[in-house]
């Protein structure tokens, strides 16, 4: 057993799946997600009958046509993607791992403080986490996060995939740092150098790494000697959304009113408790098919109606086409606004003050002894009486 384990999640094409909804039948033939509107033409995640064809994610539109004329395009859903993928990590959260999602579809945890809950072994853990995502997952196991990630992808439906040591890997090939978001952009120049799998780049001196890719490339030399960077578990959050359906798509100043809406709802949830807002999802459902959905991070924390209507009213100019639905979530919540802090402040006061309205009128009905606080004199003394004294209260 080696010191610790990381365990991977993986989903294959996870939001080519859920763009596809009820058309399953699409999957088996060359798909792919059309690229976002308003962004770079290339492409998203492709079905394996389009691999086939030597069409990648990423590629351009014009070029993966032309590799593939019968290349199905899905409208993208990153909206439901989010929604899927949050209830995918709820599920795992349920079992008592602490996740930190790479991507979605991608997600890896600690599975030392599992092993005792699900006997003892790397293979319960893993079972429990079949059972808690589902069939088609990919499961894999490894000291370090890079190992586990690379397990996973070579692992089968049913089958998971434990690798003892970073050495393992030396015979795959060197795209697997594609997994990586930092360092994704070294698959390629790696392959035109002539490096082809993990022990080649393993004998790569550290400095020559370092001179040609900079930081990515002694992260890479880090990963592929069995040394990565410890997990960020995402902490715990709740779910705070808003939805308004929008008559006849609306549009303008319509989608202008219905964030006014949106804002002051979420600002209103009970479950916010005073606490401001850091970053929000802003999404929407689209007439013509697919969804919508921008991330927005305030540079401060929020929770003035006013501002907040202002950084977002400019994001909606990004919706594509127009909406059905407008949705408001909060993502990252921030400290207790200052009114909120005085507005309790002013309760305590308020409390204060009704207690010694109180003690007045006792020592008005009863005389100066109806209220008397407990004093300490002696608190070491050996004799009860005199360890206190009561004395009146003075609130």
Known sequence: MFAYVIVSVLLPRFELVVASGDRKALLGEPAALAPEPGKEQKIGEVSLAAEAFGVRRGMRLGEALARCPRLALLPPDPLGVADAWDAALERLEGIGAAVEPQRPGLACFDARGLLRLHGGRVEGVLDAARAAIGASVRLGAGPTRFVAIAAASRARARRPEIVREASALAGEPVG???????????????????????????????????????????????????????????????????????????????????????????????????????????????????????????????????????????????????????????????????????????????????????????????????????????????????????????G
């Open 176 to 394: 697997l740092l594609a997994l990586r978001e930092e360092t994704a952009v070294l698959a390629e120049p790696l392959e035109r150098l002539g490096i082809a799998t993990l022990g080649e780049l393993a004998a790569v001196p550290r400095a020559a790494l370092a001179d040609r890719f900079g930081p990515a490339g002694l992260l890479a030399a880090d990963l592929v000697a069995g040394s990565d960077t410890p997990l960020r578990p995402r902490p715990a959050s709740e779910r705070l959304e808003e939805t308004l359906e929008l008559p006849e798509s609306g549009s303008g100043e319509q989608l202008e009113r219905a964030l006014e809406i949106l804002i002051d709802r979420l600002l209103a949830r009970r479950e916010r408790r005073g606490r401001t807002l850091r970053a929000v999802a802003l999404s929407a459902t689209l007439v013509e098919g697919g969804t919508w959905r921008e991330r927005i991070v305030f540079r401060e924390a929020l929770a003035d109606r006013a501002r907040m209507r202002l950084a977002l009213g400019g994001h909606l100019l990004k919706l594509p086409a127009p909406a059905e639905t407008l949705r408001l979530g909060a993502e990252r919540f921030g400290p207790p606004h200052a009114t909120g802090r005085a507005l309790f402040d002013d309760r305590l006061a308020q409390r204060r003050a009704r207690l010694r309205e109180a003690v007045r009128q006792a020592r008005a009905a009863a005389g100066p002894d109806a209220a008397l606080r407990v004093l300490e004199v002696d608190p070491g003394s050996r004799i009860p009486e005199r360890r206190a004294v009561l004395t009146p209260f003075e």
